[in-house]
């Protein structure tokens, strides 16, 4: 089986991140990003899948489904995995064909609840993401005084998995 080739996905990770950088401490994870479009793209149909081939490139289904296998991680000293999610309101109809399509390419949990309801929304929440996160870097204290870039990157594909820009660090 050939390589998959990850350019298309570091051109969209610069670029949505070059749209960001007038926002004040910009942070975004490109994977989560494509792979949250790219699963949406597949519930697409005509002009509208189109314009997901444009963003994402003709490759999209294909990325998605490797972005699971290639960023999952488990060993003696890390154990790390994607974390997906798709929440939609009662109030849509979404196909079993789009639900199977989710599943497969990024392992998603599924959820159809009351979107604009305060429990559900207390419900949808990342902590958990940032305490796994936490947990897989040895975590050391660092001190800046200036504003400053910053990148999470996975080395074997060059691709940025975090990107972020801080302000003003003395805050």
């Known amino acids: 089986m050939a390589a998959i ?8 990770a610069y ?9 004040e401490n910009p942070v975004i994870s490109p994977v989560s990003a494509y792979l949250t479009l790219a699963v949406a ?8 899948k189109d314009e997901f081939y444009n963003v994402l490139g003709q490759n999209m289904e294909t990325l998605a489904g490797e972005i699971k296998k290639d960023f999952s991680i488990q060993g003696d000293y890390v154990n790390l ?28 949990e599924i959820f159809q609840a009351e979107l604009f309801q305060k429990e ?24 800046f005084n200036e504003p400053f870039f910053y990148m999470i ?19």
């Not at 670029?15 to 926002?23: E, K, P, S, V």
């Not at 793209?41 to 509208?48: K, M, R």
């Not at 559900?120 to 001190?143: P, S």
């Open 153 to 171: 990157m996975d080395m074997e594909h060059e691709l940025p998995l975090f990107m972020g820009i801080l302000d003003n660090p003395a805050e």
């Open 41 to 48: 793209g597949c519930g697409a149909n005509g002009t509208t």
């Open 5 to 12: 080739d990850y350019e298309t996905m570091k051109q969209f």
């Open 81 to 108: 995995s994607l974390a997906n999610a798709a929440w939609f309101d009662t109030r849509f109809t979404i196909s079993n064909k789009w639900f199977d399509t989710a599943r497969h390419l990024a392992d998603a």
């Open 120 to 143: 559900t929304m207390d419900a949808i929440t990342v902590t958990e993401l940032i305490a796994a996160l936490c947990a897989v870097f040895d975590t050391k204290k660092l001190y």
């Open 15 to 23: 670029h949505l991140f070059g749209q960001m950088t007038d926002a």
